[in-house]
């Protein structure tokens, strides 16, 4: 290092910054992004993407540079080009509309938010009214609520609304859960549930994903100690969004939610010491970084690691992008 790039290290305020362990893509996420990107491969551009293929504008950009064209709706796509559902599903009629117009069509559909359709079905089979913890208007709860025939699921958002739920004339009820919601905000609406309906029973595997639970649970462990959590991730990824509000629950004395080092606020560093940096299961690592280079050109930052289990689930791709 020569005299003046140390001088100007000297002159720099140290920064310590936690990274979380796990964060970033899932493999959910990993495997609707492959779909999206071999499809483009065999079948050439344009592709197009019903709905955005996972919340993130820099993904979603990224693919439109490829090829990929991004619709609201099926009636937007020309008949002889592939088309993708996206990570979060769709309603039956999706796919329904597709063969009847004899679409190529892939589904990217996360095999966990599939998961929590198969039950549904089984439940709503076995004639119990499903109770659905979940965002209105999420694109995953409208998936969920279109595998089923209408007022045969119940969308519960807060506790206020399992508190003045009423069961449908006397038929048994489940319930099943959006895979992106607070674990602890998800479990204080199951309670209250559970004391209204005590023989609600539970799910045979937890709805909320692998993936959602390890980030929380990684941010739970970077909010303590931290003065200011960074949550990299987009405004309209439920997920990102839970990882803001569960770093503060658990004590972070800030937690901020940015697409990229461009919406870093310097403001928030006042009077900061450490920083807690973690990313939504949408966000891509390249971001993370930028996030640490942005910091590095304003203090003298030491990276360091939180201990965690690194993520090994992996998902099979359709054999209509695998096979030869």
Not at 7 to 12: E, K, R, T, V
Not at 111 to 124: C, D, F, N, Q
Not at 152 to 162: F, G, M, Y
Not at 280 to 290: F, H
Request: hydrophobic fraction near 40%; aromatic fraction near 4%.
């Amino acid at each position: 290092m020569d005299v003046q790039a140390a001088s100007s290290a000297l002159s720099l305020r140290p920064l310590t910054v936690r990274m979380a362990t796990p964060r970033g893509f899932c493999a959910g996420v990993d495997r609707a992004i492959q779909i999206v990107e071999r499809a483009i491969e065999k079948f050439g551009a344009p592709v197009y993407v019903r709905h955005e293929i996972v919340h993130n504008r820099h993904v979603v950009d990224r693919l439109k540079g490829l090829g990929a064209v991004f619709v609201k709706e099926l009636d937007e796509c020309p008949d002889d080009r592939p088309v993708v559902f996206s990570a979060h599903g769709v309603p039956k009629s999706v796919p329904a509309t597709a063969r009847a117009r004899e679409l190529l069509f892939l589904d990217a559909t996360c095999p966990l938010v599939s998961k929590v359709h198969v039950e549904a079905e089984r439940h709503h089979a076995n004639g119990r009214h499903i109770i659905l913890i979940g965002h209105a208007g999420h694109p995953e709860v409208v998936g969920t609520l279109g595998q089923l025939p209408e007022g045969a699921i119940s969308l519960v958002e807060t506790v206020e609304d399992a508190e003045a739920f009423e069961r449908p004339g006397n038929q048994p009820l489940a319930y099943a859960t959006q895979t992106t919601l607070s674990l602890d905000d998800t479990a204080e609406i199951v309670a209250a549930l559970k004391r209204r309906f005590p023989e609600l029973p539970d799910p045979h595997k937890e709805d909320i994903c692998y993936a959602t639970t390890n980030r929380q649970e990684a941010v739970k462990q970077l909010a303590d100690g931290s003065d200011l959590v960074l949550v990299v991730g987009s405004k309209n990824s439920s997920n990102s969004v839970r990882l803001v509000e569960v770093a503060l629950r658990a004590g972070a004395k800030d937690a901020q939610l940015i697409d990229d080092s461009s919406h870093l606020d310097w403001s928030w560093f006042d009077g900061v010491s450490t920083v807690g940096v973690t990313a939504g299961a949408s966000a891509p690592e390249p971001l993370v970084q930028g996030v640490i280079e942005a910091l590095r050109t304003r203090f003298d930052v030491t990276v360091a690691d939180d201990p965690g289990e690194p993520e090994t689930v992996t998902f099979k791709l359709p054999r209509a992008l695998t096979a030869s």
